[in-house]
């Protein structure tokens, strides 16, 4: 069976950027806290302990304490109070999040109020919300388009979770067009979720089955899921090599993968030996051979 891996699988650039920061601070400082994990996934979250860095859920006394923020940034408050307790910060922000940070302070003070498209609870979406000194209204893709408060806005911009579905965040904003009479969208979608939302649109018509690996609370991986289910029923989503069953690939002759932005290559191998494994066609000894000379191959 063929397994056709797409380029994108796997650690985004600000992912790898983050990772690298914190490793680096671990060699120069001791006692490196962090809010919350690092990346949506139990593998690096696992490392990163290992390599000596705390999670931690609220700030406390910082002196001598180094205070590690993760790719998806965080608020104004946050960074704020943390040097107030003293702890000298790293900041580990995603270059693509800090300019959607730039954006939103911009365009309040020219007095444009704030419309995030993104999950309500997520880390980034609350970073980009404290950033701004008033209060922004968040569209969540989930829910209903809170078009109250959007009919009360004369002057609007809005911006998108990095990792937000492209083709929904377009469709939400023509209707908030509808809504708000003067509207600025700046589409922040970021480049590396772009182009794994392109390949994954790909790769479940090119092949007969899809694997998406990562997390369960990788918020990126769902929507990676949710794309390439809706073009192929055969997708599954796996999170380690031991999730993968034989069947998943009965009569299959191709397998597509890919891989959430929080997920390591390191896993993303060890499925790939596995889907070999289970999908080797076992060599029948001569005597059958000539009765059946043709056989399947696995390549990758
Ligand atoms: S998904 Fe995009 S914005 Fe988020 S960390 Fe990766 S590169 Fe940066």
Known sequence: MKINVAKSAGFCFGVRRAMNIALRTVRTSDNIEMLGDIVHNETVVKEIKKAGIKKISALRAGDNKTLLIRAHGASQRTCRRAEKLGYRIVDATCPMVKEIHKIVKTNEREGYRIIIIGDKKHDEVLGIIGQLSGKAIVIDPAQQIPRRALRRVKKGTVVVQSTQNLDKVLRIVEQVKTLVPDLKFHNTVCKPTRIKQKEIKKL?????????????????????????????????????????????????????????????????????????????????????????????????
């Open 204 to 300: 479940p018509l090119e092949n007969d089955v899809v694997i998406v690996i990562g997390s369960k609370s990788s918020a990126n991986t769902k929507r990676l899921y949710q794309i390439a289910k809706s073009a192929n029923p055969r997708t599954f989503w796996v999170q380690k090599a031991k999730d993968l069953k034989k069947e998943m690939f009965t009569n299959a002759k191709s397998a597509g993968i890919t891989a959430g932005a929080s997920t390591p290559d390191q896993i993303t191998a060890e499925i790939i030996d596995k889907i070999t494994a289970l999908t080797k066609t076992r060599r029948r000894p001569p005597s059958s051979r000539k009765s059946n000379p043709r056989r399947s191959s696995n390549s990758r």
